[in-house]
């Protein structure tokens, strides 16, 4: 369990859950081991937004419409982030299990407009076997995170 996001929730008065799970390792996979509906559980995709690393958080079953994203950030360019990029920036991280608090790393996190409409969400707490789950409206108050229409479902 990544200590840096607890200790943070816990000064911030929040109410959170952490479920253990077997090893998964895609936001599909976990969200069926956890019981957890796609929609529900958010995943955190790495991208580089006119250079600068960022977080772009939405739901298991969606995924990231890079020229929306761009077009609602108006940003000359955004692209998926190598894993080289951004390892190093997660140390206490398993690499793409980094939860969705950009806050806690410096880093810009823009909320796909989906994960609003469930009152809680749940993230990779750090590891592939651990998930927090907390309000909704926790994570944004903590988080302040840009909020857009950039995920498509999958087909």
């Known amino acids: 369990m990544l200590k840096k996001l607890t200790e943070h929730l816990d000064a911030n008065g929040v109410k959170y859950v952490v479920l253990r799970h077997s090893p998964a390792f895609t936001a599909q996979e976990i969200a069926a081991t ?8 958010a995943k955190t995709v790495m991208v580089k937004i006119d250079g600068q690393m960022a977080m772009a958080v939405l739901p298991a079953s969606s995924m990231v419409d890079f020229a929306r994203l761009r077009e609602g950030l108006s940003a ?11 390892r190093g920036l997660f140390p206490e991280c398993e690499v793409g299990a980094m939860p969705p608090f950009g806050n806690l790393y410096d880093m810009k996190v823009v909320v796909d407009s989906r994960l609003k409409e469930d009152t809680e969400i749940a993230f990779n707490a750090g590891t592939h076997k651990e998930l927090v789950r907390l309000p909704y409206a926790d994570f944004e108050r903590l988080v302040k995170p840009g909020i857009l229409d950039f995920g498509s479902r999958r087909g």
């Open 34 to 41: 956890a019981q957890i509906p796609g929609r529900e559980l």
């Open 76 to 86: 000359k360019a955004v692209e998926l982030a190598t894993e080289a990029e951004f």
